[in-house]
């Protein structure tokens, strides 16, 4: 296992985080607590939850996890979000003071713990002015609630926003954005990522996999059946399985990274995780496994890095279309210029 800090703070993270939406729907308790003994065993200290993941399973799974397990709260960096409807009351959901003290204090207690690492607001909220949320999670990292504030599912504009209002207000800053990121879809590339370059916060990917599209499961033309996400319902998400088979992008990436993993003798799985977490400005990589199995092929990528050559191919292949401005080649080249010599 590899560490990083995270964004630019000073604590320190792995590489790879565990995510648990899966824990209380998709992976029993049994096998969540496998799942979790099984990454800290591999070294892995990052881990991932949220108050909506299962209606709060998760996190009362993750909080019964580490009462059974003394000593590993203090080798883990745990992080959760809010937003989301916890209820059906008015002020149920969103990003305002309301909600977020409500769902801050149900989330502790769910997890059996004093303060959370990471506090992330879990989505944009058109409703609630961004100063007042901002200002929850200064008063809550200052009420010792919290360590660090992060969001995720942001554009760019609403992230550039959050920063520099947190400058203006001499506020604790934004430390991490928590985004869809993988090799079919890179979109973040064109604004966010420069933002997280440019104000130092850090980038967790969630869906680093693609819904499993990116482990080779799936087959051009023959919708997929049986116990899997997209077997289960191929209309999934933004994984559904139509639209992607549809794009000759995503046989290219494939088959790119299926000879990658040949060529190395991993899994596609840690192909596609690996290219991730050397992409700029990337903290952890949140895995999703439904099994220990899945988890342990997952960890392979832990110590696996692609060379020039291998991160090339893959860059290329999942290049996703752009036009010429303002972030094809022409609008890049606008945006640089080099020093006079001589």
Same mark, same amino acid.
């Given at each position: 296992?590899?560490?990083?800090?995270?964004?630019?703070?000073?604590?320190?993270?792995?590489?790879?985080?565990?995510?648990?939406?899966?824990?209380?729907?998709?992976?029993?308790?049994?096998?969540?607590?496998?799942?979790?003994?099984?990454?800290?065993?591999?070294? /892995?200290? &990052?881990?991932?939850?949220?108050?909506?993941?299962? *209606? =709060?399973? %998760?996190?009362?799974?993750?909080? #019964?996890? +580490?009462?059974?397990?003394?000593?590993?709260?203090?080798?883990?960096?745990?992080?959760?979000? /809010?937003? &989301?409807?916890?209820?059906?009351?008015?002020?149920? *959901? =969103?990003? %305002?003071?309301?909600?977020?003290? #409500?769902? +801050?204090?149900?989330?502790?207690?769910?997890?059996?713990?004093?303060?959370?690492?990471?506090?992330?607001?879990?989505?944009?909220?058109?409703?609630?002015?961004?100063?007042?949320?901002?200002?929850?999670?200064?008063?809550?990292?200052?009420?010792?609630?919290?360590?660090?504030?992060?969001?995720?599912?942001?554009?760019?504009?609403?992230?550039?926003?959050?920063?520099?209002?947190?400058?203006?207000?001499?506020?604790?800053?934004?430390?991490?954005?928590?985004?869809?990121?993988?090799?079919?879809?890179?979109?973040?590339?064109?604004?966010?990522?420069?933002?997280?370059?440019?104000?130092?916060?850090?980038?967790?990917?969630?869906?680093?996999?693609?819904?499993?599209?990116?482990?080779?499961?799936?087959?051009?033309?023959?919708?997929?059946?049986?116990?899997?996400?997209?077997?289960?319902?191929?209309?999934?998400?933004?994984?559904?399985?139509?639209?992607?088979?549809?794009?000759?992008?995503?046989?290219?990436?494939?088959?790119?990274?299926?000879?990658?993993?040949?060529?190395?003798?991993?899994?596609?799985?840690?192909?596609?995780?690996?290219?991730?977490?050397?992409?700029?400005?990337?903290?952890?990589?949140?895995?999703?496994?439904?099994?220990?199995?899945?988890?342990?092929?997952?960890?392979?990528?832990?110590?696996?890095?692609?060379?020039?050559?291998?991160?090339?191919?893959?860059?290329?292949?999942?290049?996703?279309?752009?036009?010429?401005?303002?972030?094809?080649?022409?609008?890049?080249?606008?945006?640089?210029?080099?020093?006079?010599?001589?």
């Amino acid at each position: 296992m590899r560490y990083r800090t995270l964004g630019a703070t000073g604590t320190v993270v792995s590489t790879l985080c565990l995510g648990t939406m899966t824990f209380g729907s998709e992976t029993d308790e049994a096998g969540s607590f496998a799942q979790l003994d099984r990454f800290v065993e591999a070294g /892995g200290t &990052f881990i991932d939850t949220a108050d909506v993941y299962s *209606a =709060g399973i %998760s996190e009362e799974i993750v909080g #019964r996890w +580490l009462r059974a397990r003394p000593g590993v709260r203090d080798r883990v960096v745990l992080a959760t979000k /809010g937003r &989301f409807p916890m209820g059906t009351g008015a002020n149920d *959901a =969103g990003l %305002s003071r309301v909600h977020l003290t #409500r769902a +801050l204090d149900a989330s502790l207690r769910r997890l059996g713990v004093e303060a959370v690492d990471l506090y992330q607001a879990h989505a944009w909220d058109p409703l609630t002015p961004l100063p007042e949320t901002l200002r929850f999670f200064d008063d809550a990292i200052r009420a010792g609630k919290i360590r660090y504030a992060g969001v995720s599912n942001f554009t760019g504009w609403q992230l550039q926003k959050a920063a520099l209002l947190t400058q203006h207000l001499n506020l604790n800053p934004i430390v991490t954005l928590q985004p869809q990121y993988n090799l079919l879809a890179r979109e973040i590339e064109f604004e966010l990522v420069p933002v997280c370059e440019n104000e130092g916060i850090g980038i967790l990917p969630w869906s680093p996999l693609g819904g499993g599209w990116l482990t080779g499961k799936y087959r051009r033309d023959t919708p997929p059946t049986g116990a899997t996400r997209l077997g289960e319902n191929p209309e999934r998400g933004v994984e559904a399985y139509a639209g992607r088979n549809a794009e000759e992008r995503t046989w290219r990436v494939l088959d790119a990274v299926r000879r990658i993993a040949d060529d190395r003798g991993v899994s596609m799985s840690a192909v596609a995780l690996a290219w991730l977490a050397a992409r700029p400005a990337v903290t952890s990589v949140i895995l999703g496994a439904r099994t220990t199995e899945q988890l342990d092929d997952n960890l392979t990528a832990a110590d696996l890095l692609l060379d020039p050559e291998q991160m090339r191919l893959l860059d290329e292949a999942s290049a996703p279309p752009v036009g010429d401005y303002p972030y094809g080649l022409p609008g890049v080249q606008q945006r640089g210029r080099d020093l006079p010599t001589g």
